[in-house]
């Protein structure tokens, strides 16, 4: 009988390590290099960070992703989105390059900026995998963000990250060069034979799809010929390539997260942003700077109102009342204003004909007085009381009933009454309302409320932009009602002046 070593492995079974060992087990590494500035993001991240960093980190990435696809369904240029976007990344993301210090890649400051790009990267990799619609989003957006990059890196240090990721592409041999150079010539726009010359790359077509379609390249027997001139398209191909198969991967890993109830919110949240980005109101951005808001002006403020303020406020007037949502979601737009608690109980209060002061103070008072924090909650919170909402807030939460007047119109409504409503508003030009029905079928709402301020204040943007008075970064996408409002009367009522600082006298 032959007796088989027992410590040899059996080739049908598998190695089962025991899951305790595989848990305590020392890491194989836990400080990553960052010798270059750009990343394919093939290596996940191990070194350990903060819950806070883990969120911040997070939310940063996801408000330049935010910015990028809205460039693009706003069909702006290459040029206008960088122009857009870069100084949204430096002051969000930002991401030097080696020569941008004289220690080189060694420079601590280079090495937080490229770890923050990593673990964002990866967190939001994880925050949007769970579906096919949010990969397929969260890699085309990367991508673009990438080519963005790629473009205005330094030269050097380009051609030092490309050489360092070893593509396995096959170089064209001279004999082949001479053999096809007519056809090479005739198939690539602008070649000049001199750089016929040149490096050129057999790959196969569908690696270079943008470049086959904008027929740049000689096609033969399934392999296309692509000029070193090129080789940003050949990256960009392999690095969506990496990306989509890294988002899979990490499908199929989601469950494992379920068990860590720390992670699980956070990445939630993240997810829902990618609805509209989430975005946080300082008290110092709310209010205007000596502005007067008092419960007599309100009406007159509402032609600077985004939709859903302004058909809250409507209804208001119409019936002299509003459920509770809908009380809620006007009292903190209201609060956000700089409108006091004082003015804001004299305002329902007015709002309210129809009732008497007794039936007020019992059933409405408390309630504007708890958002305010001046009654309720906790210690922390009283005398702040609640944040006006968001975008991303009205959108996801609450929907709207039956006899209910909160929410988004872009999103609850219906496209012939939203159609109808902006109409009433002003909002007559067939492009801009065609444009609405688009986005709110492609479920992007934010975009919409975006198109429709800006062509309600196409001539004060155009003026802004050429005297020089706001930047990129002060006209970025609108994803919050109180921001929609300031920017609207600022615009309105000189932009110069309310920005830096000085007083604004209210119109009446």
């Known amino acids: 009988m032959i007796r088989h070593p027992t410590d040899r492995i059996d080739p049908k079974r598998r190695n089962i390590i025991s899951h305790k060992k595989k848990q305590f087990a020392d890491p194989t590494y836990k400080q990553q290099e960052y010798p270059n500035r750009l ?34 369904f706003r069909n702006k240029t290459p040029t206008e989105t960088a122009a857009h976007i870069t100084p949204l990344l430096l002051k969000y993301l930002p991401l030097y390059s080696n020569t941008s210090s004289s220690l080189g890649p060694q ?18 990799r994880l925050a949007f995998s769970s579906t096919e619609d949010l990969r397929r989003r969260f890699a085309r957006i990367e991508s673009a963000l990438f080519k963005l990059r790629f473009q205005t890196d330094d030269v050097r240090e380009r051609q030092a990250f490309i050489e360092s990721l070893d593509f396995n592409w096959e170089v064209v041999p001279e004999d082949e060069k001479r053999e096809l150079g007519t056809h090479l010539l005739n198939a690539t726009p602008g070649l000049r034979r001199q750089e016929l010359e040149g490096g050129w790359f057999k790959v196969n077509w569908e690696m270079v799809p943008e470049l086959v379609e904008s027929r740049r390249v000689f096609v033969k027997k399934g392999k296309a010929y692509v000029p070193a001139r090129e080789q940003m398209s050949m990256v960009l191909a392999e690095f969506g390539a990496r990306l989509d198969k890294g988002l899979e991967l990490t499908s199929r890993a989601l469950p494992r997260l379920d068990e860590d109830d720390r992670l699980t919110p956070i990445l939630a949240h993240l997810s829902k942003n990618f609805v509209t980005p989430d975005s946080t109101l300082a008290d110092a951005d709310s209010a205007l700077p000596g502005a007067p808001i008092t419960a007599a002006s309100v009406d007159v403020l509402a032609q600077h109102f985004p939709l859903c303020m302004r058909n809250l406020h409507t209804s208001l007037r119409t019936n002299s009342h509003l459920k509770h949502f809908g009380r809620l979601q006007y009292t ?53 009381g609640y944040a006006p909402f968001s975008c991303q807030k009205i959108l996801t939460e609450h929907p709207p009933g039956s ?47 975006n198109r429709v301020f800006e062509w309600a204040h196409r001539g004060e943007l155009k003026r802004a932009k050429e005297d020089g008075s706001w930047g990129a970064a002060d006209l970025d996408v609108i994803v919050h009602p109180n921001t929609y409002f300031k920017r609207s009367y600022l615009l309105r009522n000189g932009a110069a002046a309310g920005r830096g600082g000085k007083e604004v006298e209210m119109e009446m």
Do not use: M
């Open 39 to 72: 990343s394919f993001y093939d290596v996940p991240p191990t070194a350990e960070i903060t819950l806070e960093q883990f969120e911040q980190w997070a939310i940063d990435r996801l408000r330049i992703l935010a910015e990028l696809e809205a460039c693009c």
């Open 107 to 124: 420079d601590e400051k280079l090495k937080l900026e490229r770890q923050k790009d990593h673990y964002s990267h990866f967190i939001l």
């Open 403 to 449: 006899g209910e007047s909160h929410g988004c119109p872009y999103r609850h409504f219906s496209v012939d009454n939203l159609t109808a409503l902006l109409q009433t508003t002003g909002v007559n030009d067939r492009e801009v309302l065609r444009g609405v029905t688009e986005d709110v079928e492609k479920k992007r709402f934010h975009i919409a409320c």
């Open 332 to 384: 903190l737009f209201l609060k956000g204003l700089g409108l006091s608690l004082e003015d804001c109980l004299v305002f329902w209060r007015r709002s309210f004909r129809l009732i008497t002061d007794d039936t007020f103070n019992k059933e409405y008072r408390y309630n504007v007085r708890h958002a305010y924090g001046d009654v309720g909650g906790d210690a922390l919170r009283r005398g702040r």
